[in-house]
C-alpha cells in the first residue's frame, strides 16, 4: 500500500485521483497527521487507519509554502519543512519502505554555475550541483533535503518548479484572475525557470514507483537508483512570457474575453521579502534516462491545463 502525506494540496489531489484511476492501494493523509511528531505517524502507520496493510511507499507532499510568511514564521517552516521529512525519512527506515518526497528549485538561489563556454549562457542545473538557497524557505527545503538522505538510503527526492493545477492557488489561475480584472498587468520578465503543470508531476511520480515495482531486466529496485531527481516540463521561460503564453491561450479558448495589456518589468520594480531564483532551469537528463519518461513541452501542457478549466 501506498501512503500519501498531504493528499489534500495541489499536487496530492492530483495523485490521489491518479492513483485511484490506475487502481493502486493507497491511503492518504494531511494535516489531521502531524508530521512534526514522530510518535503521531508511527501510530498511523501501525494502527487501524492503515486498515493494518503494510505500506510499501512513502509518498510525501507536504510542506511548508508560503515563502514570504516564511520570513516571519521561521519555526513552523522548519518544522515542516526539516523536521517533517526528517521524521517520515525515520519511519520509512524503520518500515523498510521506500519514499518519495518533493523539493524545489529555489535550493539553488542565485546562479552559481560556470556558463558554457561555448555560448555564454547559463546551464541548467544537475542534481548534484552546489546549492545555494537564499531566504528560510528555500534554506528548509534543502535542509529538508539533507535530512531526508540522512536518514533513509531507500528514498527519492524529486525536485521540481513553478508549480500550477486546478487545486490550489497558483500563477496561472492568479494571472487569469488579474487578466479578467485589469486592463493591464506588469510581470516579471528578469527570472527564468520551467513551469510544471501538477498533473505531469503526478505522472512522472507514479512512474516511478511503476519503474520500481515492475522493473525491465533485473527484478532489483536498483534498476531506478535511489537520490535526488529533476522534473518540470519541458523548456524555460521568464515569468512574463508565460503570462503572455497565458493570455494568449486564454483568449483562444474564450477563458479571456476582455483586452489585457501584459508589461514586463524588472524584479527590482517588484519588491518581495524573498529573492526568487533569476535562473532555476533543472536538467531532467537522469529521470528521463532512469525512468525512460517523455516529458512534456510546457507550452504544451500549458494548453492542455487551459482546456481542462473551460470544461
Not at 529555489?106 to 541548467?124: H, I, L, M, R
Not at 536518514?151 to 494571472?175: D, E, Q, S
Not at 484572475?177 to 503543470?197: F, H
Request: with cysteine.
Amino acid at each position: 500500500m501506498i501512503w500519501l502525506i498531504g493528499n489534500k494540496g495541489m499536487l496530492g489531489t492530483e495523485l490521489s485521483l491518479l492513483f485511484a484511476e490506475r487502481g493502486l492501494d493507497f491511503v492518504g493523509t494531511d494535516r489531521e497527521i502531524d508530521i512534526t511528531d514522530p510518535a503521531a505517524l508511527e501510530a498511523f502507520a501501525n494502527g487501524k487507519d492503515a486498515e493494518g496493510k503494510r505500506i510499501y511507499w512513502i509518498v510525501n507532499c507536504a510542506g511548508y509554502t508560503a515563502v514570504n510568511k516564511a520570513e516571519e514564521d521561521a519555526e513552523t517552516c522548519r518544522r515542516l519543512n526539516v523536521d517533517g521529512p526528517g521524521n517520515i525519512a525515520v519511519l520509512a527506515y524503520k518500515l523498510r519502505t521506500r519514499f518519495i518526497h518533493i523539493s524545489t528549485d529555489y535550493v539553488f538561489g542565485t546562479y552559481n554555475k560556470q556558463a558554457s563556454s561555448e555560448t555564454g549562457e547559463k546551464q541548467p542545473y544537475l542534481e548534484d550541483d552546489d546549492t545555494g538557497p537564499i531566504g528560510v524557505y528555500a534554506t528548509s527545503k534543502r535542509d529538508g533535503e539533507v535530512r531526508v538522505m540522512e536518514n533513509t538510503p531507500g528514498a527519492y527526492v524529486i525536485r521540481t518548479a513553478w508549480l500550477y493545477g486546478k487545486y490550489g492557488n497558483n500563477f496561472v489561475t492568479t494571472m487569469l484572475r488579474l487578466m479578467r480584472e485589469r486592463d493591464t498587468i506588469s510581470v516579471v520578465n528578469d527570472q527564468r525557470g520551467s513551469p510544471t503543470w501538477a498533473h505531469d508531476l503526478a505522472d512522472a511520480v507514479f512512474k516511478i514507483i511503476d519503474a520500481v515495482e515492475h522493473p525491465i531486466g533485473l527484478a532489483s529496485p536498483r534498476n531506478v537508483p535511489f537520490g535526488i531527481y529533476h522534473y518540470t516540463n519541458d523548456g524555460d521561460t521568464t515569468w512574463f512570457d508565460f503570462a503572455r503564453a497565458i493570455y494568449q491561450k486564454g483568449r483562444e479558448l474564450g477563458l479571456l474575453t476582455k483586452d489585457c495589456e501584459v508589461k514586463p518589468c524588472s524584479s527590482a520594480e517588484y519588491p518581495s521579502k524573498v529573492m526568487r531564483p533569476d535562473y532555476s532551469v533543472l536538467d531532467k537528463s537522469r529521470i528521463r534516462n532512469e525512468i525512460n519518461i517523455l516529458i512534456p513541452k510546457w507550452e504544451e501542457s500549458l494548453e492542455q491545463f487551459l482546456k481542462e478549466l473551460k470544461k
